[in-house]
């Protein structure tokens, strides 16, 4: 079984930074395309950012040039730095993977808990 764990969510200031980590569990072989998604009270869940294995990425408009996504192949973990936070970027925070190869077993669509970030003075 795999396991993908959210961390680094909290309480910031607007104008404040923080940096999500996702870190995929288990004996993984390969993990495809990564992501990051939240969801926002009362709203539906949005992607926020996408990396490839191979290292290409996209942002929802609302992030671009505040947020970048990352990954480390080496150690199953992507990452999310979040800059420059506005009130509207409160949400909970889910990572998300297409498809990840464990033991000889692909597990598609894997989510991990969330972490809640909340933007607040």
């Known amino acids: 079984q795999v396991q993908l764990v959210e961390s680094g969510g909290g309480l910031v200031q607007p104008g404040g930074s923080l940096r999500l980590s996702c870190a995929a569990s288990g004996s993984i072989f390969s993990i495809n395309a990564m992501g990051w998604y939240r969801q926002a009270p009362g709203k539906q869940r949005e992607l926020v950012a996408r990396?490839?294995?191979?290292?290409?990425?996209n942002y929802a408009d609302s992030v671009k040039g505040r947020f970048t996504i990352s990954r480390d192949n080496a150690k199953n973990t992507m990452y999310l730095q979040m800059n420059s936070l506005k009130p509207e970027d409160t949400a909970v925070y889910y990572c998300?993977?297409?498809?990840?190869?464990?033991?000889?077993?692909?597990?598609?669509?894997?989510w991990g808990q969330g972490t809640l970030v909340t933007v607040s003075s």
């Open positions: 998300n993977v297409d498809r990840i190869i464990s033991r000889g077993t692909s597990y598609f669509d894997v």
């Open positions: 990396i490839t294995s191979g290292g290409s990425t």
